[in-house]
């Protein structure tokens, strides 16, 4: 949605961007700007940037960056519009109207009431006579009153209708049901029945409390076994994780991560508040960012099959990508944690947390499962990919100490196994050198946005083109001076549509800025503007300014220009600016 300029303006004026982030990130001010940890990604080092006179954050690290909204928008993970919201509320502002999004903001308000009410009527059911098949098998799980109030299970009746007459009677349609992903509609008769039917019933809950979705478990022989809510305009699986409403407030200074919600509430059940569960997907990168945000390490507690240690292997680059520590829990005697947990108990589960192995130990474990080292021609494939894999750990102690630990495995001496470790690790150094050579070699290729949708065709234009923006940003006067520049000159798509934006705003006696373009650019773009701004500033000046113009336009030109009238206007340019005829 866009909200009115002024809106926004005032939105950002009365929500500074050093005050809003000192909320989240413990800041120190270096030069004229402020510094600390990034809350995105995990370092030790402080290159989280905050720049009050531009109203912008950048990451020297992960290069996330954007203004007070977009900020908003990543720690909270809320839409634009609610990110808005979020910073209205917090200055005692009122959100003007507007048709399109107050109809879209009234669904989803609409939606998060039903699926409350749809909670409240499950947890009735449960303890009604015909809830007591699913009483049982809450008790045979082993899970007590306390955890049946905590997570707020319920119990969906046998019938095909039970929920549509009960949420009718409360006011909501048959449409809003389907919206919400309560009711399924028949594609042979366009009936409308009830999703879910003779299931225990779990509520899915976001950060903010609300009710997203269900989680159904059959209470007989059914299938499937689970049956989750499908994705709606409230529920989306891949930005969300299970119990993370309660595990966000742990003491713990990990966070655990399982397969199942089952697992999950298990954990929490006895005393593991710190657990969490993917939502019948695999780990996603939007999960990791958001574990990211309330944790440095994470433990991966999958099943134990093939198909839980395959998750593992998965999951363990995608979490390394956000800076997390990774370490890998291993149970025998059971296949998943609600299994370890009743049979077992929390004391041994402890133990288990505690000698949890970090993703070096594991992988190397993994791999060494898949050979038989009794057999010559299998050890040295072993030794070798394990060399390999050695290699790649950045560490030259844990090198060693794995490289070692391989050796052993496969009865050969530390030594020779260092020296293939060695080898491994030059081939890979010298890749990686080739590569840097290869993009400090090319400067469009170093020039180039990190995101890959937004990379330029033209880096001579664009390079002006961001300098252009760096200038009017400083000085927004010399957009007086524009030289009949439009934004349809511009190489970069996004580079031109920054610029009208701010044309419109200086027409418009706005305020130019970058931070006040968050309705217009997307996160993706955001992030690259904020990265263009934080490179060196050109000195403000109407002569460069014009050449940056002329740099653009003739770009431009030489783009729609073909053949002889090419190299005509080449020609005359040239000519021009000489200062010779033919």
Not at 8 to 31: A, C
Not at 392 to 412: C, L
Request: net charge positive.
């Amino acid at each position: 949605m866009a909200f009115p300029p002024a809106f926004m303006d005032e939105l950002v004026t009365r929500n500074p961007i050093e005050d809003v982030v000192s909320q989240y990130v413990s800041l120190t001010k270096k030069g004229g700007n402020l510094f600390g940890l990034c809350p995105f990604h995990g370092e030790k080092t402080a290159s989280f940037s905050v720049a009050p006179e531009k109203q912008i954050y950048y990451c020297f690290g992960c290069h996330k960056g954007g203004g007070v909204v977009n900020f908003i928008m990543e720690i909270e993970s809320l839409s634009y519009p609610d990110a808005v919201r979020f910073l209205a509320k917090r200055a005692g502002m009122e959100v003007p109207e507007d048709g399109a999004y107050q109809s879209r903001y009234r669904q989803q308000e609409r939606l998060w009431a039903l699926c409350g009410d749809a909670a409240r009527f499950f947890r009735q059911q449960l303890f009604l006579p015909t809830g007591r098949a699913a009483q049982q098998a809450i008790l045979q799980r082993g899970f007590v009153r306390k955890t049946v109030n905590r997570f707020g299970f319920g119990y969906a009746p046998n019938s095909w209708d039970a929920l549509i007459t009960a949420m009718q009677e409360k006011g909501y349609t048959k449409q809003e049901m389907l919206d919400a992903g309560l009711v399924i509609k028949s594609e042979k008769n366009g009936r409308i029945y009830d999703r879910f039917r003779n299931r225990w019933m779990v509520p899915i809950i976001d950060l903010r409390g609300n009710v997203i979705g269900f989680g159904g478990r059959v209470l007989d022989d059914s299938t499937p076994k689970y049956l989750n809510s499908p994705e709606t305009v409230i529920f989306n699986k891949r930005r969300n994780l299970f119990a993370l409403n309660f595990a966000k407030k742990t003491k713990q200074e990990m966070l655990i991560l399982c397969e199942g919600y089952m697992d999950a509430i298990a954990l929490h059940q006895y005393g593991f508040d710190c657990a969490v569960a993917s939502l019948g997907t695999a780990l996603t990168d939007e999960q990791a960012n958001l574990l990211s945000k309330y944790t440095n390490c994470v433990v991966l507690t999958y099943d134990g099959d093939e198909a839980g240690q395959n998750a593992t292997r998965r999951a363990i680059p995608i979490l390394e990508k956000t800076g997390l520590q990774v370490r890998v829990l291993r149970m025998e005697g059971a296949k998943d944690p609600d299994e370890y947990l009743r049979k077992f108990g929390a004391d041994r589960f402890e133990l288990l947390l505690r000698q949890s192995e970090n993703q070096a130990e594991y992988r190397l474990q993994s791999l060494q499962r898949k050979f038989d080292l009794s057999q010559d021609d299998q050890r040295v494939e072993f030794l070798k990919q394990a060399a390999n894999l050695v290699a790649s750990f950045p560490n030259a102690v844990e090198r060693e100490v794995y490289g070692t630990r391989a050796a052993e495995a496969a009865g050969i001496t530390a030594e020779a196994m260092k020296l293939e470790v060695n080898k491994a690790y030059k081939r890979r150094l010298s890749r990686q050198k080739k590569e840097e050579q290869r993009v400090q070699l090319s400067p469009a290729v170093a020039q180039q946005p990190k995101v890959r949708a937004l990379r330029y065709d033209n880096v001579r234009s664009a390079m002006a083109e961001e300098a252009l923006l760096r200038m009017v940003l400083r000085e927004p006067a010399l957009f007086a001076q524009n030289n009949n520049l439009r934004a349809e000159q511009f190489s970069s798509p996004v580079l031109g549509k920054t610029y009208q934006a701010l044309l419109d705003r200086y027409r418009q006696h706005l305020t130019v800025s970058l931070a006040v373009l968050e309705d217009v650019l997307t996160p993706e773009e955001m992030t690259h503007l904020t990265a263009v701004v934080q490179k060196e500033e050109p000195l403000v000046s109407e002569a460069a300014f014009a050449d940056y113009c002329n740099i653009i336009q003739d770009e431009f030109r030489r783009k729609n220009l073909s053949g002889s009238e090419d190299l005509l206007a080449m020609r005359n340019r040239l000519k021009d600016k000489k200062g010779y005829g033919g």
